[in-house]
């Protein structure tokens, strides 16, 4: 069968993708199901989307699990997709050695329980010397809330007499991100057919192409992502240039 993939134009690989995974609830709805059912499924997206990218050789997968305001959910929810991260980190973490990839998280990690936590840090631990990707689970994750600490952080330097505010510039506020080790996103792409940002990533996503698809997470296949690189690829990307000064 042809597959899309076979159109990437490889030296032009997107190094770093960042997803909102979006549309699990409405999934299930429309089967009769319960929300739950639609997290469940979407376990499965995400290890087709994380094989996929590191079989191309993306070098950095950022994905959106869990945001502050996810907070706000039925307790219902809420544990249930704690329940679904710790069983998803401990049945996944055989694919994530197999495929050399390596388990970041940022977020706000210390409001998750305990357990969820705690397996986190091992499945990270366990995976640290991988080198092909490093996949990234955002999690009690915002982007204001990431642009908040920063700035606490810069502030309490600057009182504290480490930093000369003069110094204070692009690539300083990016070193205090939680992304710090990072390149930004050169593609977002957010399934399930909302246009918006969501809080996700704000200062990183400054020059990102931007890819919508009607597709609801769960059936977010390797296809579909092969879809979203050669859409990206047949963008121009002029960051402020004019189209005949890129093409000198
Ligand atoms: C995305 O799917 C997963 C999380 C936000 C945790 P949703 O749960 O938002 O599903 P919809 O958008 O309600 O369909
Ligand atoms: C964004 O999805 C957060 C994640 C995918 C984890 P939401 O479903 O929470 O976003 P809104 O509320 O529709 O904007
Ligand atoms: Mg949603």
């Known amino acids: ?26 999934w299930a709805k429309q089967q009769g199901k319960m929300r739950v059912f639609g997290h469940q499924h979407g376990v499965q997206a995400v ?12 070098k950095y997968l950022t994905l959106y699990a869990f945001s502050t305001e996810n907070w706000k959910r039925s307790s219902f929810e809420v544990d ?23 388990l970041n998280a940022i977020g706000d990690l210390k409001r998750l329980p305990t357990s969820q936590y705690e397996a986190l840090m091992y499945a990270i631990d366990n995976t640290k010397n991988n080198d092909r ?68 990533l704000l200062w990183q996503i400054a020059y990102s192409e931007l890819y919508f698809t009607e597709k609801f997470w769960p059936d977010f296949s390797k296809e579909d992502l092969y879809q979203a690189i050669v859409d990206y690829q047949n963008r121009e990307r002029r960051f402020g240039k004019t189209s005949e000064q890129i093409k000198k």
């Open 1 to 26: 069968m042809e597959s899309l993939k076979d159109k990437i134009i490889m030296e032009r690989l997107p190094q770093h993708i960042a997803v909102i995974m979006d549309g699990n609830g409405r």
């Open 80 to 102: 249930a997709l704690m329940g679904l991260l710790t069983s998803a980190l401990k049945n996944e973490l055989k694919t994530l050695n197999d495929n050399n990839i390596r």
């Open 133 to 200: 990707m490093t996949m990234t689970l955002c999690l009690s994750y915002s982007g204001r809330w990431e642009l908040v600490k920063a700035m606490k952080d810069i502030a309490d330097e600057v009182k504290n007499g480490s930093l000369d505010p003069e110094k204070i510039d692009e690539a300083l506020i990016s070193r205090h991100l939680a992304t710090a080790d990072m390149p930004d996103p050169d593609l977002l792409i957010r399934t399930s057919g909302e246009e918006r940002i969501s809080n996700y």
């Open 47 to 58: 290890r087709n989307t994380a094989e996929a990218c590191a079989e191309l050789g993306v």
